[in-house]
């Protein structure tokens, strides 16, 4: 008997089901995670893996808020990620009766690394693209500067935060490598007297025009690493990030001189890691939630002042990043407020 309602039931399941039509099930989706992070510019290929339970034939439909148009109807997808923003790309597969959606969320941010060049980018004075190399050393040390106390390095410049390069403020390889940014050396320099160049250097290293987009809460962060003097390291030998926006002037966003610290002997480093500690790679950020949607170029700029102290290593920058609400250094310093250099160089 039993044997009997369970055929009834199975033929009373086939009975319905056979005049049922299901929504097609997305199996396999690339990329596989949900939420991507991309360059603009950067192309994207997506591609799901479908099937009908009734095996009707499946379309694909693929949309995006934004980017190049969407023209693809196959299972496979390309699509061309446009200025900074966060956008959404969804395919639609529909057997004619239902239709099942996935959707992939994409953030388009800005990113230079200077792995495969510096496309754009405009160097002045002594900055350049450096790619990591041991056999750098800063030839003043001994002489003219010290090394921070602990520094074990024996004056080799640092390799960059990530991958082979970065770009520096220090001397050229085409100007005679010295590991620092004297320029040329007075001839009757003294003993630990930091390091004296005949005329005081600068110089600017200038972005590409980046267009924000559609971010709502752009926020710029770079990797850092510098030794400077440790004299008077808030009025001398600047680091300052400039802004120009729409394709104004420049006007100052912010420094990473310290805000205290300095009356150290001439021949004494200040340094990302504090005044006479070793230097290491830092992280700085500024909120450009004012530029939002608008154009921008950037600037970094790095001044002497003077002649006198420039035997140390300089500033070196790399991995500059602008996303919405950038999160990787929650323990970024905090600009200085203090400060409010005029625009351009001195």
């Known amino acids: 008997m039993k044997r009997v309602i369970l055929l009834v039931a199975l033929m009373v399941v086939l009975a319905v089901t056979a005049g049922c039509n299901f929504p097609p ?37 693929w949309t995006a808020t934004g980017g190049s148009p969407i023209s693809g109807t196959g299972k496979d997808f390309t699509w061309t990620a446009p200025g900074l923003g966060t956008y959404t790309v969804t395919v639609a597969v529909c057997d004619g009766t239902w239709t099942t959606t996935h959707y992939w969320n994409v953030t388009v941010g800005f990113k230079e690394s200077f792995e495969t060049g510096s496309t754009g980018w405009t160097a002045i004075g002594l900055w350049h693209r450096q790619e990591n190399n041991s056999a750098i050393f800063n030839v003043a040390v001994g002489n003219f500067v010290v090394l921070p106390l602990d520094d074990s390095s024996g004056g080799v410049i640092p390799n960059a935060n990530s991958g082979q390069y970065c770009y520096w403020y220090g001397s050229p390889s085409g100007a005679g490598v010295k590991g620092n940014y004297m320029g040329t050396q007075t001839p009757d320099d003294t003993w630990l007297s930091g390091g004296t160049s005949t005329v005081k250097n600068s110089g600017m290293l200038t972005s590409p025009v980046i267009d924000l987009g559609i971010l709502q809460n752009p926020v710029l962060q770079f990797a850092y690493w510098f030794e ?119």
């Open 25 to 61: 099930s997305i199996t396999e989706k690339l990329p596989a995670q949900q939420n991507l992070t991309v360059n603009a510019g950067e192309s994207i290929h997506f591609s799901v893996v479908a099937g009908d339970w009734n095996s009707d034939p499946l379309t694909y439909k």
């Open 228 to 346: 400077i003097e440790g004299m008077a390291p808030l009025t001398n030998d600047l680091m300052d990030v400039y802004i120009s926006v729409n394709g104004g002037f420049f006007t100052f966003l912010g420094s990473l001189n310290p805000i205290v610290g300095g009356g150290q002997g001439a021949a004494v480093p200040h340094t990302s890691g504090g005044t006479d500690s070793p230097a290491y790679w830092d992280w700085r950020s500024y909120d450009l939630n004012e530029y939002a949607g608008k154009t921008i170029q950037l600037s970094f700029v790095f001044d002497t002042v003077n002649a006198d102290r420039n035997g140390f290593r300089g500033w070196f920058i790399d991995d500059i990043e602008i996303t919405e609400d950038a999160v990787r250094n929650l323990s970024a310093k905090e600009l200085n407020p203090a400060v409010n250099r005029t625009p351009g160089l001195r």
